[in-house]
């Protein structure tokens, strides 16, 4: 960075990734430290949509960083809607809606797929909207969050409609 001498400006130290100066001329000064940046983002994918009742339902979730920071402590909550139950993950989760991911670097991604069993009772024309909530910690011990969704529609068993007729009797 740009040397900031006394007495124009004095350091008095830091606050996480923030130099503190103490200022006496306003001139401009510089500091060379870098911005890091985590930039987390799910992409939440269904196959296959529209899902006949009653049979399996897949959802892949794949977290990405496009920041310049690692994510530390990633951690993907999934909300299952009414009419679906958890049949396996991949990873395994803790119980049947929480993934530990661990840390996401840089560049980095982790995908998470999920089946459920949808119901045989659910109506026609029934959309189901999945939600997953991200949560992760930077550098400093912050905490941040974001949710992903993904609507998909239930289709019915085909209905087969027999007349039989002789003629003559």
Do not use: H, M
Request: charged share 10%; with cysteine; glycine share 8%.
């Amino acid at each position: 960075y740009v040397a900031c001498t006394p007495p124009q400006c004095v350091d008095s130290g830091s606050a996480g990734t923030t130099y503190i100066f103490n200022v006496t001329q306003w001139t401009s000064y510089a500091i060379g430290e870098a911005n890091f940046l985590i930039n987390l983002s799910a992409e939440k994918a269904d196959s296959r949509d529209p899902v006949p009742k009653g049979s399996q339902l897949n959802y892949t979730i794949t977290i990405n960083n496009t920041g310049n920071a690692t994510a530390q402590n990633v951690t993907l909550f999934e909300s299952y809607p009414s009419g679906v139950v958890f049949l396996t993950g991949e990873p395994t989760p803790s119980g049947n809606s929480t993934f530990e991911l661990g840390n996401i670097t840089a560049g980095g991604s982790f995908i998470v797929n999920i089946t459920v069993n949808v119901s045989s009772v659910l109506s026609n024309g029934t959309v189901l909207n999945n939600t997953v909530n991200v949560t992760f910690t930077n550098s400093s011990g912050q905490n941040s969050s974001f949710l992903d969704s993904e609507l998909t529609t239930i289709i019915g068993f085909p209905i087969v409609n027999v007349t039989k007729s002789a003629s003559p009797n």
